[in-house]
């Protein structure tokens, strides 16, 4: 498979970023693409709404359906999936892209910021997974893909921030655990991660950073496109690199992601 052509994608916290890159590459070769997100009103401070969101997708070739939905809410996630199926009568992909993140230690988190991260990032992720599942079982060729890194237990990326690393770590271990549980299924459970910064709105989190020391989103959609179309059967457990799943298809040359090539690109976090 090399296309995602008809394939019905439904990605969480697609209206801006990665997720909104992810919709875009799928959507240019045909394929519908859900986009659940909070985002249904302008904010001064984060361009993009999921409405927005799903007209790029229809200019790039795609059929979108917006849907305001917080993946921590078990009712708007069960009946976001319900609106996908009547829309498009099936699923074929779920991309858990929606993350929350707060880079401070832990005098400096407040429990509502705590909370936060772990609602959307492990359990939005797992809830999400839950109520795709059914139909996913279904589909040709299943994926969930999370965007979350290798799991690490290392000291040195919990010290920092163990509000946070404990948030997307639990994304890694639900992606384990899924993908251990259903591997007899046929269905491809795969997490994927940066080796650099990526330029996005999350890169104001950190200090000291700014977008020209990473690269576009565009890397991890066309990384999150080389796993999506590949076979499921028997591809399961992983927790994939970017560059190493664009090296893999073929792609050598990767400076044309640099956001600003005179820049040295930093690596993100939980890489060595």
Same mark, same amino acid.
């Given at each position: 498979?090399?296309?995602l052509?008809?394939?019905?994608?439904?990605?969480t916290?697609?209206?801006?970023g990665?997720?909104?890159?992810?919709?875009?590459?799928?959507?240019?070769d045909?394929?519908? /693409?859900?986009?659940?997100?909070?985002? !249904?009103?302008?904010?001064?401070?984060?361009?993009?709404?999921?409405?927005?969101? =799903?007209?790029? /997708?229809?200019?790039a070739?795609?059929?979108?359906? =917006?849907?305001?939905?917080?993946?921590?809410?078990?009712?708007?996630?069960?009946d976001?999936?319900?609106?996908?199926?009547?829309?498009?009568?099936?699923? !074929?992909?779920?991309?858990?892209?929606a993350?929350?993140?707060?880079?401070?230690?832990?005098?400096?988190?407040?429990?509502?910021?705590?909370?936060?991260?772990?609602? /959307?990032?492990?359990?939005?992720?797992?809830?999400c997974?839950?109520?795709?599942?059914?139909?996913?079982?279904?589909?040709?060729?299943?994926?969930?893909?999370?965007?979350?890194?290798?799991?690490?237990?290392?000291?040195?990326?919990?010290?920092?921030?163990?509000g946070?690393?404990?948030a997307? %770590?639990?994304?890694?271990?639900?992606?384990?655990?899924?993908?251990?549980?259903?591997? &007899?299924?046929?269905?491809?459970?795969? +997490?994927l991660?940066?080796?650099?910064?990526?330029?996005?709105?999350?890169?104001? %989190?950190?200090?000291?950073?700014?977008?020209g020391n +990473?690269?576009?989103?565009?890397?991890m959609a066309?990384?999150?496109h080389?796993?999506?179309?590949?076979?499921?059967?028997?591809?399961?457990g992983?927790?994939l690199?970017d560059?190493?799943?664009?090296? &893999?298809?073929?792609?050598?040359?990767?400076?044309?992601?640099? /956001?600003?090539?005179?820049?040295p690109?930093?690596?993100?976090?939980?890489?060595?």
């Amino acid at each position: 498979m090399s296309s995602l052509s008809g394939k019905t994608l439904f990605i969480t916290g697609a209206s801006r970023g990665i997720g909104l890159a992810i919709a875009l590459r799928a959507a240019r070769d045909g394929a519908n /693409v859900v986009i659940a997100a909070k985002s !249904d009103v302008p904010n001064p401070k984060l361009p993009g709404t999921i409405h927005t969101a =799903a007209r790029a /997708v229809e200019e790039a070739g795609g059929r979108a359906l =917006a849907i305001k939905c917080d993946i921590r809410e078990e009712g708007e996630v069960k009946d976001a999936v319900a609106k996908t199926f009547a829309a498009f009568g099936g699923l !074929d992909i779920l991309v858990n892209n929606a993350s929350a993140i707060w880079l401070r230690g832990a005098l400096d988190t407040p429990m509502k910021r705590f909370d936060l991260m772990q609602q /959307v990032n492990a359990r939005g992720s797992f809830l999400c997974a839950q109520a795709c599942l059914p139909h996913l079982l279904e589909a040709d060729n299943p994926h969930i893909l999370t965007l979350c890194p290798p799991p690490s237990i290392d000291p040195k990326w919990w010290a920092p921030h163990t509000g946070y690393t404990l948030a997307k %770590m639990g994304m890694s271990l639900v992606t384990l655990g899924l993908a251990a549980e259903f591997r &007899e299924r046929n269905i491809a459970i795969n +997490g994927l991660w940066p080796r650099t910064l990526i330029a996005t709105d999350a890169l104001n %989190m950190i200090p000291g950073v700014s977008g020209g020391n +990473g690269r576009s989103p565009a890397i991890m959609a066309d990384a999150a496109h080389a796993i999506l179309s590949r076979p499921a059967a028997g591809f399961t457990g992983r927790f994939l690199i970017d560059d190493e799943v664009l090296r &893999e298809a073929g792609l050598t040359d990767l400076s044309g992601y640099a /956001v600003d090539p005179s820049q040295p690109l930093l690596p993100d976090l939980f890489l060595d």
